[in-house]
Protein backbone atom coordinates (compact mmCIF):
# COMPACT_ATOMS: atom_id res chain seq x y z
CA UNK A 1 0.00 0.00 0.00
CA UNK A 2 2.74 2.69 0.79
CA UNK A 3 5.80 2.79 -0.62
CA UNK A 4 9.68 3.86 0.50
CA UNK A 5 8.66 7.95 0.24
CA UNK A 6 5.71 7.30 2.04
CA UNK A 7 7.00 5.13 4.99
CA UNK A 8 9.76 8.38 5.42
CA UNK A 9 6.49 10.71 5.38
CA UNK A 10 4.45 9.00 7.72
CA UNK A 11 7.25 8.57 10.20
CA UNK A 12 8.67 12.15 9.84
CA UNK A 13 4.91 12.93 11.17
CA UNK A 14 5.33 10.78 14.65
CA UNK A 15 3.25 8.15 13.04
CA UNK A 16 3.99 4.38 12.32
CA UNK A 17 2.44 2.88 8.94
CA UNK A 18 1.07 0.10 11.56
CA UNK A 19 -1.18 2.80 12.79
CA UNK A 20 -2.31 4.63 9.18
CA UNK A 21 -2.59 0.64 7.80
CA UNK A 22 -5.32 0.86 10.80
CA UNK A 23 -6.73 4.17 9.82
CA UNK A 24 -7.28 3.06 6.25
CA UNK A 25 -9.02 -0.09 7.51
CA UNK A 26 -11.20 1.65 10.16
CA UNK A 27 -12.58 3.40 7.05
CA UNK A 28 -13.20 0.14 5.16
CA UNK A 29 -15.40 -1.03 8.00
CA UNK A 30 -16.70 1.83 9.76
CA UNK A 31 -17.90 2.40 13.10
CA UNK A 32 -20.88 0.56 15.11
CA UNK A 33 -23.89 2.87 16.33
CA UNK A 34 -23.91 3.13 19.77
CA UNK A 35 -25.99 1.19 21.99
CA UNK A 36 -28.71 3.45 23.18
CA UNK A 37 -30.67 2.61 26.62
CA UNK A 38 -32.75 5.98 26.26
CA UNK A 39 -31.69 9.55 26.33
CA UNK A 40 -30.59 11.02 30.19
CA UNK A 41 -33.17 13.30 31.70
CA UNK A 42 -33.81 14.85 34.99
CA UNK A 43 -35.65 11.82 35.54
CA UNK A 44 -32.80 9.33 34.95
CA UNK A 45 -29.42 10.68 34.15
CA UNK A 46 -29.42 14.15 34.63
CA UNK A 47 -28.89 15.91 38.26
CA UNK A 48 -30.66 18.79 38.92
CA UNK A 49 -29.85 20.96 41.53
CA UNK A 50 -31.75 23.39 43.89
CA UNK A 51 -29.98 27.05 44.85
CA UNK A 52 -29.47 24.90 48.29
CA UNK A 53 -27.87 21.99 46.75
CA UNK A 54 -25.85 24.70 44.33
CA UNK A 55 -24.54 26.42 47.11
CA UNK A 56 -23.85 23.43 48.96
CA UNK A 57 -21.66 22.21 46.15
CA UNK A 58 -19.61 25.41 45.49
CA UNK A 59 -18.69 24.95 49.61
CA UNK A 60 -17.79 21.28 48.89
CA UNK A 61 -15.47 23.10 46.04
CA UNK A 62 -14.17 25.97 48.15
CA UNK A 63 -13.08 23.68 50.80
CA UNK A 64 -11.91 20.55 49.73
CA UNK A 65 -8.09 19.59 48.88
CA UNK A 66 -7.46 19.49 45.62
CA UNK A 67 -3.40 18.72 43.95
CA UNK A 68 -3.64 21.62 41.75
CA UNK A 69 -5.92 23.35 39.17
CA UNK A 70 -6.33 24.94 35.87
CA UNK A 71 -8.18 25.58 33.11
CA UNK A 72 -8.16 23.93 29.75
CA UNK A 73 -9.44 25.64 26.69
CA UNK A 74 -9.53 23.75 23.04
CA UNK A 75 -8.67 27.01 20.68
CA UNK A 76 -6.55 25.55 17.78
CA UNK A 77 -9.23 26.28 15.44
CA UNK A 78 -9.53 29.30 12.76
CA UNK A 79 -12.08 31.59 12.80
CA UNK A 80 -12.80 30.91 8.99
CA UNK A 81 -16.12 28.88 10.04
CA UNK A 82 -17.22 31.62 12.09
CA UNK A 83 -17.38 33.70 8.96
CA UNK A 84 -18.55 31.36 6.60
CA UNK A 85 -21.51 33.30 5.50
CA UNK A 86 -19.80 36.63 5.06
CA UNK A 87 -16.86 34.76 3.11
CA UNK A 88 -19.84 33.75 0.76
CA UNK A 89 -21.64 37.10 0.79
CA UNK A 90 -18.45 39.28 -0.36
CA UNK A 91 -17.56 36.47 -3.12
CA UNK A 92 -20.91 37.53 -4.78
CA UNK A 93 -20.80 41.54 -4.33
CA UNK A 94 -17.36 40.82 -6.05
CA UNK A 95 -18.81 39.32 -8.70
CA UNK A 96 -21.40 42.02 -8.97
CA UNK A 97 -24.85 40.17 -6.95
CA UNK A 98 -25.95 42.00 -3.69
CA UNK A 99 -27.14 39.62 -1.73
CA UNK A 100 -29.03 42.09 0.13
CA UNK A 101 -30.07 44.04 3.98
CA UNK A 102 -31.54 40.65 4.98
CA UNK A 103 -28.57 38.40 4.15
CA UNK A 104 -25.69 37.52 6.45
CA UNK A 105 -23.58 40.34 5.07
CA UNK A 106 -26.20 42.48 4.99
CA UNK A 107 -26.81 42.20 8.47
CA UNK A 108 -23.41 42.32 9.55
CA UNK A 109 -22.91 45.83 7.81
CA UNK A 110 -26.16 47.23 9.05
CA UNK A 111 -25.17 46.31 12.36
CA UNK A 112 -21.15 46.99 12.52
CA UNK A 113 -21.55 49.80 14.67
CA UNK A 114 -22.80 46.73 17.63
CA UNK A 115 -19.73 44.77 17.38
CA UNK A 116 -16.74 45.28 19.25
CA UNK A 117 -14.27 45.20 16.55
CA UNK A 118 -16.10 48.21 15.23
CA UNK A 119 -13.73 51.63 14.61
CA UNK A 120 -15.06 54.67 12.80
CA UNK A 121 -11.40 54.99 10.34
CA UNK A 122 -12.12 51.33 9.39
CA UNK A 123 -15.80 51.24 8.66
CA UNK A 124 -17.00 54.75 8.80
CA UNK A 125 -20.59 55.66 8.97
CA UNK A 126 -23.03 52.34 7.89
CA UNK A 127 -24.75 52.58 4.76
CA UNK A 128 -27.60 50.41 3.26
CA UNK A 129 -25.60 49.76 0.11
CA UNK A 130 -23.47 46.89 -1.60
CA UNK A 131 -20.74 49.76 -2.06
CA UNK A 132 -20.53 49.36 1.87
CA UNK A 133 -21.45 45.97 2.43
CA UNK A 134 -18.78 45.38 0.16
CA UNK A 135 -16.21 47.24 1.73
CA UNK A 136 -17.29 46.15 5.94
CA UNK A 137 -16.60 42.41 4.61
CA UNK A 138 -13.16 43.20 3.04
CA UNK A 139 -12.17 45.20 6.15
CA UNK A 140 -13.32 42.25 8.55
CA UNK A 141 -12.11 39.17 6.47
CA UNK A 142 -8.97 40.36 4.28
CA UNK A 143 -5.52 41.30 5.61
CA UNK A 144 -5.85 44.98 4.12
CA UNK A 145 -8.40 45.26 7.21
CA UNK A 146 -9.03 42.77 10.51
CA UNK A 147 -7.50 40.14 8.47
CA UNK A 148 -10.33 37.66 10.79
CA UNK A 149 -11.30 35.15 8.19
CA UNK A 150 -7.53 33.68 8.59
CA UNK A 151 -7.48 34.52 12.21
CA UNK A 152 -7.69 32.17 15.19
CA UNK A 153 -11.23 32.79 16.88
CA UNK A 154 -9.64 33.37 20.47
CA UNK A 155 -8.12 36.93 19.10
CA UNK A 156 -10.92 38.44 17.74
CA UNK A 157 -13.02 40.97 19.43
CA UNK A 158 -15.92 39.63 21.08
CA UNK A 159 -16.94 42.47 23.54
CA UNK A 160 -16.60 45.89 24.71
CA UNK A 161 -17.33 47.89 27.64
CA UNK A 162 -18.45 51.09 28.40
CA UNK A 163 -15.19 52.03 29.48
CA UNK A 164 -14.23 51.73 26.19
CA UNK A 165 -12.16 47.90 26.54
CA UNK A 166 -12.90 45.63 23.88
CA UNK A 167 -12.06 42.06 25.00
CA UNK A 168 -11.14 39.20 23.13
CA UNK A 169 -12.33 35.90 23.27
CA UNK A 170 -9.02 34.59 24.71
CA UNK A 171 -9.34 37.77 27.01
CA UNK A 172 -12.92 36.87 28.52
CA UNK A 173 -11.19 33.30 29.22
CA UNK A 174 -8.91 34.95 31.70
CA UNK A 175 -11.61 37.08 33.45
CA UNK A 176 -13.41 34.06 34.19
CA UNK A 177 -10.19 32.25 35.19
CA UNK A 178 -9.40 34.81 38.32
CA UNK A 179 -12.58 34.24 39.62
CA UNK A 180 -13.40 30.68 39.88
CA UNK A 181 -9.77 28.84 39.06
CA UNK A 182 -8.28 31.14 41.21
CA UNK A 183 -5.43 29.01 43.41
CA UNK A 184 -5.03 29.64 47.31
CA UNK A 185 -1.37 31.15 46.40
CA UNK A 186 -3.07 33.71 43.66
CA UNK A 187 -2.91 31.99 40.46
CA UNK A 188 -4.32 30.86 38.00
CA UNK A 189 -3.65 28.16 35.72
CA UNK A 190 -4.68 28.48 32.43
CA UNK A 191 -3.93 25.92 29.34
CA UNK A 192 -4.46 27.10 25.53
CA UNK A 193 -4.75 24.72 22.99
CA UNK A 194 -3.60 26.57 19.59
CA UNK A 195 -2.56 25.30 16.48
CA UNK A 196 1.79 26.79 15.96
CA UNK A 197 1.22 28.99 13.71
CA UNK A 198 -1.19 31.53 15.86
CA UNK A 199 1.30 31.25 18.79
CA UNK A 200 2.45 34.92 17.78
CA UNK A 201 -1.49 36.38 17.62
CA UNK A 202 -1.81 34.21 20.59
CA UNK A 203 1.03 35.95 22.67
CA UNK A 204 0.36 39.16 21.28
CA UNK A 205 -3.34 38.81 23.04
CA UNK A 206 -1.92 37.99 26.51
CA UNK A 207 0.58 40.58 26.42
CA UNK A 208 -1.84 43.17 26.22
CA UNK A 209 -4.06 42.57 28.74
CA UNK A 210 -1.98 40.08 31.20
CA UNK A 211 -0.30 42.85 33.47
CA UNK A 212 -3.42 45.18 33.65
CA UNK A 213 -5.53 41.92 34.63
CA UNK A 214 -2.93 41.15 36.80
CA UNK A 215 -2.95 44.39 38.70
CA UNK A 216 -6.81 45.00 38.09
CA UNK A 217 -7.70 41.03 40.00
CA UNK A 218 -4.55 40.68 42.16
CA UNK A 219 -3.31 37.51 41.01
CA UNK A 220 -0.84 36.05 38.63
CA UNK A 221 -1.87 33.80 35.28
CA UNK A 222 0.15 31.17 34.02
CA UNK A 223 -0.46 30.66 30.90
CA UNK A 224 0.45 27.73 28.52
CA UNK A 225 -0.16 27.31 25.22
CA UNK A 226 0.21 23.12 23.87
CA UNK A 227 -0.54 21.66 20.39
CA UNK A 228 -2.20 19.57 18.76
CA UNK A 229 0.35 16.60 17.98
CA UNK A 230 0.55 16.15 14.22
CA UNK A 231 1.42 12.39 15.22
CA UNK A 232 -2.50 12.83 15.57
CA UNK A 233 -3.22 13.49 12.37
CA UNK A 234 -5.23 10.65 10.44
CA UNK A 235 -4.88 10.21 6.74
CA UNK A 236 -7.67 11.02 4.22
CA UNK A 237 -9.34 8.31 1.96
CA UNK A 238 -10.80 8.66 -1.71
CA UNK A 239 -14.68 7.41 -2.17
CA UNK A 240 -13.17 3.99 -2.94
CA UNK A 241 -10.62 4.48 0.31
CA UNK A 242 -7.62 4.41 -0.94
CA UNK A 243 -5.06 6.57 0.71
CA UNK A 244 -5.65 9.97 -0.59
CA UNK A 245 -2.97 11.97 -2.44
CA UNK A 246 -2.51 15.53 -2.70
CA UNK A 247 -1.36 17.05 -6.17
CA UNK A 248 2.30 16.18 -5.09
CA UNK A 249 1.98 12.62 -5.03
CA UNK A 250 1.96 12.29 -1.16
CA UNK A 251 -0.50 11.39 1.03
CA UNK A 252 -2.74 13.76 2.36
CA UNK A 253 -3.33 13.54 6.56
CA UNK A 254 -5.43 16.05 8.21
CA UNK A 255 -6.34 16.89 11.61
CA UNK A 256 -8.28 14.61 13.67
CA UNK A 257 -10.40 16.68 15.32
CA UNK A 258 -11.07 17.68 19.13
CA UNK A 259 -10.16 14.02 20.12
CA UNK A 260 -6.75 13.75 19.64
CA UNK A 261 -6.49 16.78 22.54
CA UNK A 262 -6.77 13.62 25.02
CA UNK A 263 -3.23 13.74 24.10
CA UNK A 264 -2.81 17.50 25.54
CA UNK A 265 -4.96 16.49 28.39
CA UNK A 266 -3.23 13.52 29.52
CA UNK A 267 0.11 15.41 30.07
CA UNK A 268 -1.91 18.11 32.84
CA UNK A 269 -0.15 17.35 35.73
CA UNK A 270 -3.02 19.14 37.92
CA UNK A 271 -5.57 16.52 39.45
CA UNK A 272 -9.03 19.25 38.50
CA UNK A 273 -9.03 20.44 35.09
CA UNK A 274 -12.27 22.63 34.11
CA UNK A 275 -12.56 22.40 30.22
CA UNK A 276 -14.51 24.71 27.98
CA UNK A 277 -14.23 26.08 24.18
CA UNK A 278 -12.60 29.08 23.25
CA UNK A 279 -16.13 30.58 22.20
CA UNK A 280 -18.26 29.85 24.71
CA UNK A 281 -17.76 33.46 27.06
CA UNK A 282 -20.24 36.05 27.69
CA UNK A 283 -19.97 39.70 28.90
CA UNK A 284 -18.61 40.27 32.20
CA UNK A 285 -21.77 41.15 33.63
CA UNK A 286 -22.47 37.27 33.34
CA UNK A 287 -19.72 36.27 35.01
CA UNK A 288 -21.68 35.96 38.49
CA UNK A 289 -24.18 32.82 37.24
CA UNK A 290 -21.06 31.40 34.97
CA UNK A 291 -18.91 31.01 37.69
CA UNK A 292 -21.65 29.77 39.92
CA UNK A 293 -21.94 27.47 37.89
CA UNK A 294 -18.45 25.82 37.24
CA UNK A 295 -17.96 26.17 40.83
CA UNK A 296 -21.06 23.74 41.00
CA UNK A 297 -19.88 21.60 38.50
CA UNK A 298 -16.01 21.36 40.85
CA UNK A 299 -17.88 20.90 43.67
CA UNK A 300 -20.46 18.08 42.51
CA UNK A 301 -16.95 16.09 40.99
CA UNK A 302 -14.88 16.84 43.97
CA UNK A 303 -18.25 15.01 46.39
CA UNK A 304 -17.81 12.28 43.81
CA UNK A 305 -14.37 12.02 43.56
CA UNK A 306 -14.23 11.88 47.83
CA UNK A 307 -16.61 9.06 47.63
CA UNK A 308 -15.23 7.01 45.16
CA UNK A 309 -12.31 6.72 46.79
CA UNK A 310 -13.71 6.22 50.29
CA UNK A 311 -15.44 3.05 48.95
CA UNK A 312 -12.23 2.06 47.14
CA UNK A 313 -9.98 2.34 50.74
CA UNK A 314 -13.27 0.12 52.55
CA UNK A 315 -12.39 -2.27 49.88
CA UNK A 316 -8.83 -2.82 50.56
CA UNK A 317 -9.61 -3.03 53.99
CA UNK A 318 -11.53 -6.40 53.59
CA UNK A 319 -9.69 -9.78 53.39
CA UNK A 320 -12.61 -11.99 52.42
CA UNK A 321 -14.55 -11.32 49.47
CA UNK A 322 -17.46 -13.66 50.67
CA UNK A 323 -17.91 -12.14 54.28
CA UNK A 324 -20.58 -10.14 55.40
CA UNK A 325 -18.95 -6.71 55.11
CA UNK A 326 -17.65 -7.41 51.63
CA UNK A 327 -21.43 -8.30 50.53
CA UNK A 328 -22.78 -5.46 52.01
CA UNK A 329 -20.38 -2.97 50.48
CA UNK A 330 -20.64 -4.31 47.28
CA UNK A 331 -24.75 -3.94 47.61
CA UNK A 332 -23.74 -0.73 48.72
CA UNK A 333 -21.71 -0.28 45.59
CA UNK A 334 -23.97 -1.29 43.37
CA UNK A 335 -26.87 0.93 44.22
CA UNK A 336 -24.46 4.13 44.34
CA UNK A 337 -23.47 3.27 40.96
CA UNK A 338 -26.89 2.48 39.57
CA UNK A 339 -28.12 5.55 40.79
CA UNK A 340 -25.67 8.11 40.70
CA UNK A 341 -23.90 6.94 37.61
CA UNK A 342 -26.52 4.97 35.99
CA UNK A 343 -24.54 1.85 35.61
CA UNK A 344 -26.18 -0.96 36.47
CA UNK A 345 -23.74 -3.89 35.62
CA UNK A 346 -23.95 -7.81 34.76
CA UNK A 347 -24.30 -10.38 37.18
CA UNK A 348 -21.19 -11.67 39.24
CA UNK A 349 -21.74 -15.29 40.63
CA UNK A 350 -18.11 -15.34 42.29
CA UNK A 351 -17.57 -13.21 45.03
CA UNK A 352 -13.82 -11.75 44.37
CA UNK A 353 -14.91 -11.37 40.55
CA UNK A 354 -18.20 -9.22 41.65
CA UNK A 355 -15.66 -7.19 43.94
CA UNK A 356 -13.42 -6.83 40.81
CA UNK A 357 -15.75 -5.76 38.45
CA UNK A 358 -16.80 -2.99 40.83
CA UNK A 359 -13.30 -1.90 42.11
CA UNK A 360 -12.25 -1.69 38.17
CA UNK A 361 -15.99 0.94 37.66
CA UNK A 362 -14.69 2.88 40.74
CA UNK A 363 -11.37 3.20 39.93
CA UNK A 364 -11.31 5.67 37.00
CA UNK A 365 -11.23 9.00 36.16
CA UNK A 366 -14.23 11.14 36.71
CA UNK A 367 -16.10 13.79 34.76
CA UNK A 368 -19.20 15.79 35.31
CA UNK A 369 -20.32 17.53 32.62
CA UNK A 370 -23.19 20.28 32.63
CA UNK A 371 -26.21 20.05 30.52
CA UNK A 372 -28.22 22.77 29.52
CA UNK A 373 -31.96 22.00 28.26
CA UNK A 374 -32.15 21.19 24.85
CA UNK A 375 -32.95 24.85 22.18
CA UNK A 376 -32.37 23.28 19.26
CA UNK A 377 -28.73 23.78 19.13
CA UNK A 378 -26.49 21.48 16.86
CA UNK A 379 -24.24 19.39 18.46
CA UNK A 380 -24.16 16.47 21.06
CA UNK A 381 -26.35 15.46 24.24
CA UNK A 382 -26.46 13.07 27.06
CA UNK A 383 -27.58 9.54 27.26
CA UNK A 384 -27.12 6.30 28.59
CA UNK A 385 -25.99 3.33 26.29
CA UNK A 386 -25.22 -0.56 27.10
CA UNK A 387 -21.33 -1.00 26.93
CA UNK A 388 -19.10 -3.93 25.59
CA UNK A 389 -18.88 -5.06 28.94
CA UNK A 390 -22.79 -5.60 29.49
CA UNK A 391 -22.91 -3.03 31.78
CA UNK A 392 -24.93 0.27 31.43
CA UNK A 393 -23.04 4.17 31.58
CA UNK A 394 -23.63 7.63 30.35
CA UNK A 395 -22.40 8.95 27.28
CA UNK A 396 -22.24 12.06 25.27
CA UNK A 397 -23.23 10.94 22.03
CA UNK A 398 -23.20 13.33 18.57
CA UNK A 399 -25.86 12.68 15.97
CA UNK A 400 -23.33 10.56 13.60
CA UNK A 401 -23.25 7.71 16.13
CA UNK A 402 -26.85 6.99 16.35
CA UNK A 403 -28.59 4.89 13.57
CA UNK A 404 -31.04 6.70 12.16
CA UNK A 405 -32.34 4.57 10.19
CA UNK A 406 -33.64 2.95 13.39
CA UNK A 407 -36.80 3.87 14.53
CA UNK A 408 -36.29 3.48 17.96
CA UNK A 409 -32.82 4.90 18.13
CA UNK A 410 -34.80 7.41 16.28
CA UNK A 411 -37.20 8.00 19.36
CA UNK A 412 -35.18 8.29 21.89
CA UNK A 413 -32.92 10.57 19.95
CA UNK A 414 -36.43 12.65 20.04
CA UNK A 415 -36.89 12.20 23.73
CA UNK A 416 -33.46 14.00 24.79
CA UNK A 417 -34.48 16.82 26.85
CA UNK A 418 -30.69 18.54 27.30
CA UNK A 419 -27.61 19.50 24.76
CA UNK A 420 -23.92 19.54 25.53
CA UNK A 421 -22.36 22.91 25.69
CA UNK A 422 -18.99 21.34 26.13
CA UNK A 423 -18.59 22.51 29.91
CA UNK A 424 -17.35 19.97 32.04
CA UNK A 425 -14.93 19.22 34.82
CA UNK A 426 -12.18 16.09 35.19
CA UNK A 427 -10.98 14.93 38.16
CA UNK A 428 -7.50 13.06 36.94
CA UNK A 429 -6.10 11.45 39.89
CA UNK A 430 -7.03 7.99 41.51
CA UNK A 431 -7.28 6.93 45.03
CA UNK A 432 -3.81 6.78 45.72
CA UNK A 433 -2.88 10.09 44.71
CA UNK A 434 -1.49 8.72 41.40
CA UNK A 435 -2.41 10.17 37.68
CA UNK A 436 -4.22 8.10 35.46
CA UNK A 437 -3.54 6.82 31.94
CA UNK A 438 -5.81 8.63 29.98
CA UNK A 439 -5.31 7.08 27.07
CA UNK A 440 -6.50 3.73 28.34
CA UNK A 441 -9.87 5.02 28.83
CA UNK A 442 -10.61 5.74 25.25
CA UNK A 443 -12.85 3.92 23.11
CA UNK A 444 -11.73 3.33 19.52
CA UNK A 445 -14.89 1.91 18.32
CA UNK A 446 -16.07 5.85 18.83
CA UNK A 447 -14.76 7.56 16.59
CA UNK A 448 -16.41 9.36 13.32
CA UNK A 449 -16.16 9.37 9.32
CA UNK A 450 -16.98 12.87 7.58
CA UNK A 451 -17.25 13.88 3.81
CA UNK A 452 -14.78 16.80 3.12
CA UNK A 453 -12.75 18.12 -0.04
CA UNK A 454 -9.45 19.00 -1.62
CA UNK A 455 -9.23 21.22 -4.15
CA UNK A 456 -12.48 20.19 -5.45
CA UNK A 457 -11.79 16.58 -5.18
CA UNK A 458 -14.20 14.77 -2.89
CA UNK A 459 -12.43 12.62 0.00
CA UNK A 460 -13.64 10.70 3.58
CA UNK A 461 -11.92 12.06 6.78
CA UNK A 462 -11.39 10.48 9.99
CA UNK A 463 -11.84 11.35 13.34
CA UNK A 464 -10.35 10.54 16.66
CA UNK A 465 -13.45 9.62 19.23
CA UNK A 466 -14.46 13.37 20.31
CA UNK A 467 -12.77 14.67 23.30
CA UNK A 468 -15.64 14.23 25.56
CA UNK A 469 -17.40 11.65 23.49
CA UNK A 470 -15.82 8.89 22.77
CA UNK A 471 -12.15 9.45 24.36
CA UNK A 472 -13.80 9.59 28.10
CA UNK A 473 -16.30 6.87 27.29
CA UNK A 474 -14.96 4.80 29.94
CA UNK A 475 -14.67 7.88 32.51
CA UNK A 476 -17.06 7.53 35.56
CA UNK A 477 -19.66 10.21 34.24
CA UNK A 478 -21.82 12.22 35.98
CA UNK A 479 -24.34 14.91 34.48
CA UNK A 480 -25.76 18.09 36.03
CA UNK A 481 -27.57 20.67 34.81
CA UNK A 482 -26.53 24.31 34.71
CA UNK A 483 -28.86 27.65 33.67
CA UNK A 484 -28.91 28.21 29.73
CA UNK A 485 -27.04 31.56 30.32
CA UNK A 486 -23.92 29.64 31.12
CA UNK A 487 -23.62 28.64 27.60
CA UNK A 488 -22.95 31.58 24.70
CA UNK A 489 -21.55 30.09 21.93
CA UNK A 490 -19.97 32.31 19.14
CA UNK A 491 -20.26 30.08 16.17
CA UNK A 492 -21.29 32.45 13.12
CA UNK A 493 -20.36 36.76 13.52
CA UNK A 494 -23.61 37.57 14.02
CA UNK A 495 -24.06 35.45 17.30
CA UNK A 496 -21.85 38.57 18.66
CA UNK A 497 -25.22 40.57 18.55
CA UNK A 498 -26.78 38.39 20.99
CA UNK A 499 -27.57 40.04 24.07
CA UNK A 500 -24.89 37.90 26.45
CA UNK A 501 -22.52 39.43 24.27
CA UNK A 502 -23.46 42.97 24.58
CA UNK A 503 -23.08 45.62 27.00
Known sequence: MFDQKDI?????????????????????????????????????????????????????????????????????????????DIFAGLSALEEGNDPGADSPVGKLAAAIEKFAFYTQEMFGTPADSAEYRKKTADAV??????????KPKGVIRFHRYPDGECRTAFAEHLVEAQDYMRNADGTANVIFTISPEFRPLFEA????????????????????????????????????????????????????????LIYNLDNITDELVSVKNIDNVSNERFLGITAKGKKVLMGVALELRDRI?????????????GSAECVALCDEVEVFL?????????????????????????????????????????????????GKDGSTNLQILESVQINMGDEASRQMLAGATHFNPVDLVCCLRNYKGEKFDLLKYVDPDAGF???????????????????????????????????LETFNPVKVVLDLLRPAHQS
Open 8 to 84: MQIEERGSSVGTVEAQVERFRKGFPWMDIVGPATPERGIKVLSEEDGDRAVKYYENAEVHGKCKFVPASGAASRMFK
Open 141 to 150: LNAGGLGYGS
Open 205 to 260: ALEEVKDTYESKYGLKFNITFTYQEKSTDTVAVDLKNVPFRDENGKLLFRPAGHGA
Open 309 to 321: FGYLRRFDEIQDA
Open 338 to 386: DRELCIKLPAACDPAARVALLRSKLDRPVRVCGMVRNQGEPGGGPFIIA
Open 449 to 483: ISSKSYQGRELKALELPGLWNGSMSDWNTCFVEVP
